[in-house]
């Protein structure tokens, strides 16, 4: 089992930063792959960014350039969010895949997921 606690989510004006924090309470942290994902009102869940098991990233087009996202030996998953815009607003959640599974940007590909933390950006 994999405990997922997100953090670091907050309100910002455009053009502004936050970082988000992922806490992953397992003893087999370094063989999942993890991604982050949002969901804005009214639509569906979207992969923003994910790494691999052995540190290989994905972000979706939209995030390019602006999103790093990076993952810490002590069990912590980041995502450094730069230039936000008022669509980047929704809540974003931390997911682990199974254990030696390839990361991908898709829900299915996950099946543990935290809480999940808001992010809202004003224009």
């Known amino acids: 089992q994999v405990q997922l606690v997100e953090s670091g989510g907050g309100s910002v004006q455009a053009g502004g930063s936050l970082r988000l924090s992922c806490v992953a309470s397992?003893?087999?942290?370094?063989?999942?792959?993890m991604g982050w994902f949002r969901q804005a009102p009214g639509k569906e869940r979207e992969g923003v960014a994910a790494i691999d098991y052995d540190g290989t990233t994905a972000y979706t087009d939209s995030v390019k350039g602006r999103f790093t996202i990076s993952r810490h030996n002590a069990n912590t998953l980041y995502l450094q969010m730069n230039s936000l815009k008022p669509e980047d607003t929704a809540m974003y959640y931390c997911a682990a895949a199974p254990p030696y599974r390839r990361a991908e940007l898709r829900v299915v590909g996950y099946n543990y997921w935290g809480q999940g933390t808001q992010v809202t950006v004003s224009s």
């Open positions: 397992t003893n087999t942290y370094n063989r999942h792959s």
